[in-house]
């Protein structure tokens, strides 16, 4: 009885170990595939340099949310068409040591690729531009959402502590029900930062997206039961023992 007791302890232990694993992998998955009525948000780090050099402090938040799949069938053939539009709702995150900062830009990689037009965008940002360039080693970004292109420039965009928002409407090739997000990217300017701390005037942040609220336990809280599981296997263990 003692045994398959000691056994089961062991059991749950390794499964709450393993379940945290899984949980704090969860937040940087991507792809990521949306529907209609979907919701995602992507958390943005902020660095410089092809090798990164991280800016402490300078991050961003972008929800894009109400997707919608409007299909025009054209009886199965090469013309057939899918618009995919969507909210998006950009914040500028950043804390100190930043003491400003400009999210210019917001780029991302979807399957399938979008179309070289019927794209466009409203709100803090103005147009598409299509396979543009993002500093900093991240290259070629299949579209942004921008006011001038993928690189940033000009004065537009969300400033420290602000938030910008507008709807996005994409073209698609065929009949589409998903589309992937395959990478998210931010690009900074106007960066500016307490001195002594790492900091570059323009930056750019990669995406993780945040996984969905779920009844799964935090990450934390499955690796302190695993601890208290292996505990009571331990005194177990010592009462058995003596």
Excluded: K
């Excluded at 059991?11 to 595939?33: E, G």
């Excluded at 919608?68 to 950043?94: H, I, K, M, P």
């Excluded at 589409?176 to 900091?199: E, K």
Aim: hydrophobic share 40%.
């Amino acid at each position: 009885m003692h045994a398959r007791t000691h056994t089961q302890i062991r059991r749950l232990a390794r499964w709450a170990l393993t379940t945290a694993a899984l949980a704090a992998t969860a937040a940087q998955a991507l792809p990521i595939t949306v529907t209609s009525g979907s919701s995602v948000t992507f958390d943005f780090n902020g660095f410089y340099e092809a090798n990164p050099i991280t800016i402490p402090g300078l991050t961003a938040s972008a929800t894009l949310s109400a997707f919608s799949f409007v299909l025009n069938d054209q009886a199965g053939t090469a013309n057939d068409r899918t618009t995919v539009s969507f909210d998006y709702s950009l914040t500028n995150t950043s804390t100190s040591p930043v003491l400003t900062s400009r999210v210019s830009t917001m780029g991302f990689n979807t399957t399938p690729n979008i179309l070289a037009s019927g794209n466009s965008v409203t709100g803090v940002f103005s147009s598409i531009a299509r396979n543009g360039n993002m500093p900093n080693g991240i290259g070629v970004v299949e579209f942004c959402l921008t006011n001038v292109n993928c690189s940033g420039g000009g004065g537009g965009g969300v400033t420290l502590g602000n938030t910008g928002t507008g709807t996005a409407t994409l073209r698609f090739a065929g009949l589409l029900s998903s589309l992937t997000f395959d990478g998210a990217w931010v690009r900074y300017q106007s960066v500016s930062c307490r001195q002594g701390s790492p900091c570059s005037s323009s930056a750019s942040g990669i995406g993780r997206d945040r996984p969905p609220t779920t009844s799964v336990p935090e990450p934390g809280a499955l690796a302190l039961l695993a601890l208290g599981l292996a505990g009571g296997a331990f005194s177990l263990r010592r009462r058995q023992a003596a």
